[in-house]
């Protein structure tokens, strides 16, 4: 599914911000944003929301005015250069804030457009994806020579949906359906997505969005790592226990790996999802090699779904020591049982991953993203 990074929407609440004279706190979906009374906006006006990691570009007049804050340089497929302002999550006075408000005016478009209207288009904004591995050819311009220093050898093509999860913000609407499911609470790893999948001949190891080589010298290391912890022992005999049409999906993580800013001594794979011939298998399904490499669930009974977005997003803001001793964790990822009846609205909105996410907005904005 798609990211909407931008989109119509529609100012639920505005509130004061204590101390503030000319900003006030406006909420849209689940997000909170931080907005100038200039702009004279009201409950129910309809607004383009901006989800953090949009990248507004600095030849769109539009954007003339982030500029100052600050820019970012991103390289897409066909090896252009976009630079531009990155959204982030920011805190002042006090509060938190999360995207960017705008006035459908001012972006030339029309408030006749329905609610949800994905803008992203419209609005020339693309989504700023840092590189997460400190790899070979990274910076390269020929996207061609790049692929091939990186090892790259193909696109994601594994039998399970790629590694995403939306953030709960996005999710106001079926957040009265999530409240009454079973999902398991498990701590996001701040590395970066590897899925391994087994044809019955080999064992092929995907990124986010491609396959690369397992036997590259930039992936090999992470390769020799499932096949060391993937493996047990039957009789006397070695089993490898990614079985035929199964994919493991795990994070990556440790130096040199996203700044690896959870303070690993070391590179590891820590398993969060697998999948059996398409479909997602719940944790008690799993093989006890894959569970001993797993994210670490976290007790639901402390992020209950039952309570409302709002506290559970000030209870996971702050979390730590769960990856790493007194670091910052990264977040919490919800887990839905696929056993249980779902509704279609909430697979609608989740995909077959079934699963979505709060990040700790401390570890946002301690470093800057």
Not at 49 to 75: A, C, K, N, W
Not at 313 to 339: C, F, K, Q, Y
Request: proline share 6%.
């Amino acid at each position: 599914m798609s990211r909407k990074l931008v989109s119509v929407q529609t100012i639920s609440r505005i509130e004061p911000i204590p101390g503030a004279d000319r900003i006030v706190l406006a909420h849209v979906l689940g997000w909170k944003v931080i907005i100038s009374k200039d702009m004279h906006l009201s409950v129910g006006d309809k607004v383009a929301y901006f989800e953090t990691d949009s990248l507004l570009p600095e030849s769109d007049p539009r954007y003339t005015q982030f500029m100052p804050r600050g820019i970012r340089h991103v390289r897409l497929e066909d090896g252009a250069m976009v630079t531009g302002h990155v959204l982030r999550t920011m805190k002042m006075r006090g509060v938190y804030s999360q995207g960017l408000v705008m006035r459908l005016d001012d972006l030339g478009l029309s408030d006749t457009l329905p609610v949800g209207t994905d803008i992203t288009e419209a609005c020339n904004v693309i989504k700023y994806e840092p590189p997460v591995f400190t790899g070979r050819g990274a910076n390269r311009q020929d996207k061609a020579l790049q692929r091939a220093m990186q090892g790259i050898i193909g696109e994601f093509n594994a039998p399970c949906s790629k590694s995403d999860a939306p953030r709960a913000q996005t999710l106001t609407g079926i957040w009265h359906e999530l409240c009454k499911l079973e999902a398991v609470p498990t701590v996001k790893v701040d590395g970066m997505s590897l899925t391994f999948f087994f044809d019955g001949s080999e064992l092929h190891m995907f990124t986010r969005n491609y396959e690369v080589d397992p036997t590259h010298p930039d992936w090999r290391d992470a390769c020799e790592l499932a096949h060391r912890y993937f493996t047990s022992r039957i009789g006397g005999l070695s089993v490898f226990d990614i079985g035929m049409g199964m994919c493991v999906q795990t994070e990556y993580a440790g130096p040199g790996i996203n700044g690896n800013r959870q303070k690993l001594a070391k590179r590891d794979l820590f398993v969060f999802a697998v999948w059996q011939d398409g479909e997602k298998l719940p944790r008690d399904e799993w093989e006890d090699s894959f569970l001993a490499r797993a994210a670490p669930e976290v007790n639901p009974w402390e992020y209950p779904l039952a309570d409302s977005m709002d506290t559970l997003i000030s209870a996971v803001d702050g979390m730590r020591g769960h990856i790493t001793p007194d670091a910052l964790d990264e977040g919490i990822v919800w887990h839905l049982d696929p056993n249980q009846p779902i509704p279609d609205t909430v697979r609608g909105e989740l995909g077959d991953n079934l699963c979505f996410k709060i990040i700790n907005n401390s570890y946002l904005t301690k470093h800057h993203l």
